[in-house]
């Protein structure tokens, strides 16, 4: 039982490039959500699917967007990578009790 | 929608004495509040959680107390242990759903 699984852990992008981030869960838990972690600035919900089929925005979705693949696997994408967009980026899963996050994405876009 | 205080961001104390991390939230219908702890370079994990039918909970060394009509809950942490230095954020809700956090707070535990 792995929990919540994300990829990868570490990413450089240049400015303009394109990525993914992806985020999976063995817990059939049917609400994820991606957060972003700055500075003094605590998580900020950046998308999140409350099941499989359904995404919504949160605080700051722009410059994003996501896919919920199926009831496992939610993605989150970069489509023109920007310097403020350099983070740590945190996917989880709504589970009993609480959240439960996977280990993070550091993202550095120079 | 929602927006959570936490206060102080930083939050020095002597190991054995108290820790207490304070939080205001601003949605009358929230009835989620929990709190996590992050360790340096790791994911936030749960360490105790409270509903709004509860005005408070305690596990061991910690407990949180919850004040609905003033809208605000804190986490107190008794007989400190360098192992509780991390970073604390509170958040709230419903129901564990699109949790908003605070901005955190930065404990250190000085031996």
């Known amino acids: 039982n792995a929990g919540v699984t994300q990829t990868p852990k570490f990413q450089v992008l240049k400015t303009g490039q394109s990525m993914t981030l992806q985020c999976a869960q063995d817990m059939n838990h049917n609400s994820m959500y991606w957060y972003r972690q700055d500075p003094g600035m605590g998580l900020r919900l950046i998308y999140y699917s409350a099941s499989e089929g359904t995404t919504d925005k949160g605080e700051v979705p722009n410059g994003y967007n996501v896919s919920r693949l199926n009831k496992r696997e939610f993605s989150l994408r970069l489509e023109s990578a920007a310097p403020s967009q350099t983070s740590v980026y945190f996917c989880?899963?709504?589970?009993?009790?609480?959240?439960?996050f996977g280990s993070g994405t550091r993202l550095t876009v120079v | 929608g929602e927006n959570v205080e936490q206060h102080p961001s930083t939050l020095s104390v002597q190991e054995g004495d108290s820790a207490v991390i304070k939080c205001t939230y601003s949605d009358s219908a929230s009835n989620y509040f929990p709190w996590y702890k992050q360790e340096l370079g790791k994911r936030p994990q749960l360490i105790i959680d409270?509903?709004?039918?509860?005005g408070e909970k305690k596990d061991q060394r910690i407990a949180v107390t919850l004040n609905k009509t003033a809208k605000h809950f804190s986490l107190h942490i008794t007989e400190t242990q360098p192992e509780d230095s991390a970073v604390y954020f509170c958040?709230?809700?419903?129901?564990?759903?699109?949790?908003?956090f605070g901005s955190g707070t930065q404990l250190t535990v000085l031996p």
């Open positions: 409270i509903r709004s039918n509860v």
């Open positions: 958040a709230a809700g419903g129901s564990a759903r699109q949790l908003t």
């Open positions: 989880a899963s709504t589970g009993t009790p609480g959240y439960t």
